[in-house]
Nanobody, 122 residues
Framework: VQLQASGGGLVQAGGSLRLSCYASGRILSGYVMTWFRQAPGKQRELVAG???????KYADPVEGRFTTSRDNAKNTVYLQTDNLKPEDTAVYYC?????????????????WGQGTLVTVSS
């Protein structure tokens, strides 16, 4: 599986971005798909994940502002980010695992995208 994340950019606080993660090489439907982010000098952290059955988990800092979804027919996962804050600035990664739940530990994800940079200015 190869994952390709896109959609990052520079946005003012309060703005929105839609991130996409396209999977090639294997059907996405059997995998849990999760978005992580890593800010400069900080550890990689879970943002949101969605299981193959549609169960979704969000990290507390993004709950109510971010929405993740998946389109198995297009082999694509999305992260809609709304009401962005400067503290959301980070490189956002998509990752895939065959473990049948959204797991917090990044070590348990088998496949990773290259990351897309989101910069939120104040």
């Amino acid at each position: 599986v190869q994952l390709q994340a896109s959609g990052g950019g520079l946005v003012q606080a309060g703005g929105s971005l839609r991130l996409s993660c396209y999977a090639s090489g294997r059907i996405l439907s059997g995998y849990v798909m999760t978005w992580f982010r890593q800010a400069p000098g900080k550890q990689r952290e879970l943002v949101a994940g969605v299981t193959s059955s549609g169960t979704i988990k969000y990290a507390d800092p993004v709950e109510g502002r971010f929405t993740t979804s998946r389109d198995n027919a297009k082999n694509t996962v999305y992260l809609q980010t709304d009401n962005l804050k400067p503290e959301d600035t980070a490189v956002y990664y998509c990752a895939a695992t065959r473990i049948n739940r959204v797991v917090v530990s990044s070590r348990l994800y088998e496949y990773w995208g290259q990351g897309t940079l989101v910069t939120v200015s104040s």
